[in-house]
């Protein structure tokens, strides 16, 4: 005999309502995942490898047309995609298993790839440029199963053709777009990266810095980028500024992502030997996974340097974001030290009085002339070769605003001489007298500031920095907050930066409706 329950007709719709928003939380969508969540996909069989690169290839037909984020998709990628099938279905565990693998990456246009795609700093000079290898990061992710989608666009030759030259802009790539609002400056040199992952082109993305270049479009379009501390990360076989600062890192919608690629592309490359020799004994054992801590702001110690970095005259929506912000970082434990000073820090925000510029004249030259000469075919083979390229293919290259002003200061260096010299001690001093000495004297973990405002001083002493989303003005437009740190200082930076991440959550993802607006 049993017992007849009678239940009321509100419980049927409250199970009908609890299954459909199982499902709803079931249901799987590629637009925003992070690479964990993907991995979750993969191994649930809601998702493989090739659906997903085929979202993505559908994606920059039609977004790319309007954002230029993308220069080249590689015509590998989907058999890439399908291996990486199969080894997860045949439960191939013979190697080393990551968090990339099968999901697919786009590349900075300036690094080198030894397969059909080409590699140009979006010029047409290079066009046809044959690598003898991949670049020392191409073969980490490689290794660690990654999908290489293509090429991402990039202000041309890295920012350092023109000093008239507009962010984004390259003769292959066309004119890249901010996703937010496509009349904003998506800033760069590394523009396609973080407009393409912004716009969900791609899961992840590699970019480079020499001085600014991760950091700055990270924050306009309202990613997450990692600027290593120099020589973390190989920079062999990838187009150069100057050994001497250039540097390969993430830029990711998350810091969990970023990290998830750094941790594929960083240690020893001998090919790129000193510096990454140098720089391995900053990798901690276990990697840099263990550091996406839920309470990562407790107890640090963040600097704030007001004057300038904080001045908002004229910026209402940034004032007011970073008050909060300030709160926020408190609440979670950090200890703000405010109304700090760098030392000359008018001096080393100016690259023509610190000796940045005049030693990256020198340096460039030799650097692109040693990655030119290293070609197994190219079409020019010297800095000189590509400003008579440039000459002889104006239509393509040259416009009335778009010169090639750097290249001719660059080309008419001799060396690295006497006055190099003194320009690089000098700046080894400014780092010394300002950012060293204000952190050692602080017991500082972090330096925080808008954007990407405190790259020069990071640049001129290879430190580390991150950016993380911080909020968007009454336009729309984005902007982020990096924290930057002592060489090898990613760990700490990567607590404070996944915790104001965890604690803010700022990031949305650009508005599709806009994108279609041409
Ligand atoms: C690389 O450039 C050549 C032109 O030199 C072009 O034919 C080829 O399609 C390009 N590769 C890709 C993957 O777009
Ligand atoms: C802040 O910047 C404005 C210009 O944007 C300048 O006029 C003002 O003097 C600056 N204030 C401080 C305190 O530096
Ligand atoms: C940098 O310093 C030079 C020399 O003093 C000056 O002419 C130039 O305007 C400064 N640049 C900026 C951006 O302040």
């Not at 590998?76 to 990486?84: G, K, T, Y």
């Not at 066009?127 to 991949?134: I, N, Q, T, Y």
């Not at 970095?309 to 434990?333: K, M, V, Y």
């Amino acid at each position: 005999m049993g017992t007849k329950v009678l239940l009321p007709l509100t419980f049927f719709i409250s199970l009908a309502l609890a299954s459909s928003l199982l499902s709803c939380t079931q249901a799987f969508s590629i637009r925003e995942a992070t690479v964990a969540e993907l991995q979750r996909a993969f191994r649930s069989n809601q998702l493989t490898s090739r659906q997903l690169t085929e979202f993505y290839i559908g994606e920059i037909r039609r977004l790319n047309p309007v954002l230029h984020g993308v220069i080249e998709v590689n015509p590998e990628a989907l058999h890439q995609a399908d291996a990486a099938d199969r080894d997860r279905k045949a439960g191939v565990h013979g190697r080393s298993w990551s968090g990339l693998h099968g999901i697919p990456i786009l590349l900075k246009d300036n690094i080198g790839t030894k397969d059909a795609l080409n590699t140009t700093a979006g010029s047409f000079a290079l066009l046809g440029s044959k690598v003898s290898r991949d670049a020392g990061v191409v073969v980490r992710l490689r290794r660690a199963g990654a999908i290489i989608l293509g090429k991402a666009s990039m202000t041309e030759w890295a920012s350092f053709r023109s000093l008239t030259q507009p962010n984004g802009w390259s003769a292959r790539g066309g004119q890249g777009k901010n996703p937010y609002v496509l009349s904003a400056d998506p800033c760069g040199s590394s523009s396609g990266p973080a407009i393409s992952v912004a716009a969900n082109l791609v899961a992840v993305s590699l970019g480079t810095e020499t001085d600014g270049s991760i950091l700055c479009p990270s924050s306009a379009n309202s990613v997450v980028g990692i600027k290593p501390t120099v020589g973390l990360t190989s920079r062999a076989g990838v187009i150069p500024v100057t050994p001497r600062q250039d540097t390969i890192g993430p830029i990711t919608r998350t810091v969990a992502d970023a990290v998830c690629v750094l941790e594929a592309i960083a240690g020893y490359d001998y090919i790129d030997a000193g510096a990454t020799q140098a720089a391995s004994k900053y990798i901690p054992k276990g990697g840099y996974l263990q550091f996406l801590k839920a309470d990562g702001l407790r107890g640090k110690r963040i600097g704030i340097v007001r004057d300038p970095f904080f001045n908002f005259t004229g910026q209402p929506d940034e004032a007011r974001a970073f008050q909060s912000h300030f709160r926020t970082l408190r609440d979670g434990g950090a200890i703000l030290v405010d109304n700090l000073k760098i030392d000359n820090l008018d001096v080393i925000l100016n690259f023509t009085v610190s000796g940045e510029a005049l030693a990256s004249l020198a340096e460039f030259k030799i650097a692109l002339n040693s990655y030119l000469e290293s070609l197994v075919t190219s079409p020019v083979r010297s800095l000189a070769d590509v400003i008579a390229f440039n000459n002889n293919n104006a239509q393509l290259e040259l416009t009335n605003t778009i010169d090639q002003s750097i290249f001719l200061l660059s080309e008419a260096t001799n060396g690295i001489g006497s006055t190099e010299n003194s320009a690089i001690q000098n700046m080894a001093q400014l780092t010394h007298d300002g950012f060293l000495k204000l952190i050692s004297q602080h017991r500082l973990d972090a330096v925080m500031a808008p954007g990407s405002a405190i790259a020069p001083v990071l640049a001129i002493g290879g430190f580390p920095g991150i950016n993380v989303p911080a909020g968007y003005d009454s336009t729309g437009v984005p902007f982020g907050v990096s924290f930057g740190g002592l060489k090898g200082s990613e760990p700490k930076l990567i607590e404070i930066a996944y915790g104001f991440e965890q604690a803010t959550k700022v990031r949305k993802p650009p508005n599709n409706q806009n994108l279609q607006i041409h």
